[in-house]
């Protein structure tokens, strides 16, 4: 039987996200190609590795075989990249991480950006994930590097603080919410909603909504933080944002901000790894520079 690096990687991400139509978009392949690429996968190997239900797609035994294999493949590749990349000027390198929103928007930019501008040999393939998707594609091995919260379980992966995240309700300054110190998330439920276009963030908002068995009156959704401090800010409804958010954009869009008085709303950021040690040397130098602010430019690969 013959697979290629595509083969296994689409295989991998389809294990990982439990369906092909997420797993393939994850590999940048179209639902019909990555469908091929399974079933053609299934009769070279003349083996059924995939169970196709209701609620999404199950590895098999010969599946779960061979996405042990793919994965130490993958790993063998990072590890060869990463040491090809001491002895190449040429060559580029790619470290991929997996973040979610308000990383991917507050926290991030400014720490990766130094580092990159350092390594101009290496890119990041970015993606933004609600945490608990975090944690099953570094464990699979999508992923070299994930940042989350700490709301999620995390065993077996090795973990480095990064940040603090509070999340806090915005509004404009004459809302009589305005005043009070904090606010629970319950207490604010029969009131209208500018939400965010897309994301893990509104995502997971919208998840603790639905446990107390309510879904928020949305009027509009935006595709920024600043879009949505805006639209609390001319009274079009409440906005939930990090606080980093918040105070960005207070004085220019004319809000106030309240913090959210529930405890899923102040978040430990955390990096993780699957195993510090199988890092790839750029992997490992980058994870470095994220868990300390600030510091200053390390050795450059591949250069």
């Known amino acids: 039987m013959r697979f290629d690096l595509t083969d296994l990687r689409l295989f991998l991400a389809v ?17 019909s190609a990555a469908s091929e690429r399974l079933r053609d996968m299934e009769a070279a190997g003349r083996v059924k590795l995939l169970e196709r239900g209701r609620r999404g797609v199950l590895p098999t035994p010969a599946g779960e075989a061979l996405a042990h294999h793919a994965r130490l493949i993958q790993r063998q590749i990072a590890q060869m990249r990463g040491e090809l990349g001491k002895h190449a000027s040429a060559l580029r390198s790619t470290i991929r991480l997996c973040v979610n929103t308000a ?7 400014e720490r990766l950006a130094s580092w990159m501008a350092a390594h101009p040999s290496i890119d990041i393939e970015l993606k933004e994930r609600q945490s608990f998707e975090i944690v099953r594609a570094v464990a699979a091995g999508l992923a070299e590097i994930g940042i989350l919260s700490s709301a999620v379980d995390t065993v077996n992966l090795q973990l480095r603080p990064f940040a ?14 305005a005043a009070q110190k904090r606010v629970a998330f319950a207490d604010i439920l029969d009131q209208h909603f500018v939400g965010l276009a897309g994301g893990a963030l509104q995502d997971h908002i919208d998840a603790h909504a639905a446990r107390i068995g309510v879904r928020l009156k949305t009027r509009v959704r935006m595709r920024t933080f600043e879009g949505i401090c805006e639209m609390a800010a001319a009274g079009v409804g409440l906005g939930i944002v990090p606080e980093t958010a918040a105070r960005r954009c207070a004085k ?6 309240v913090p959210l008085s529930d405890g899923w709303t102040r978040r430990r950021l955390s990096l993780c790894v699957r195993n510090e040690e199988e890092l790839t040397a750029p992997a490992r130098d980058l994870l470095e520079h994220l868990t300390k602010p600030g510091g200053t430019k390390r050795r450059r690969f591949g250069q």
């Open 15 to 31: 294990v990982d996200a439990a369906s092909i139509t997420h797993g393939a978009a994850d590999v940048g392949l179209s639902l």
């Open 103 to 109: 990383t991917f928007t507050e926290f991030l930019p």
């Open 164 to 177: 603090i995240d509070r999340l806090v309700v915005v509004l404009w300054r004459d809302h009589g919410l």
């Open 252 to 257: 220019p869009a004319g809000i106030a901000f």
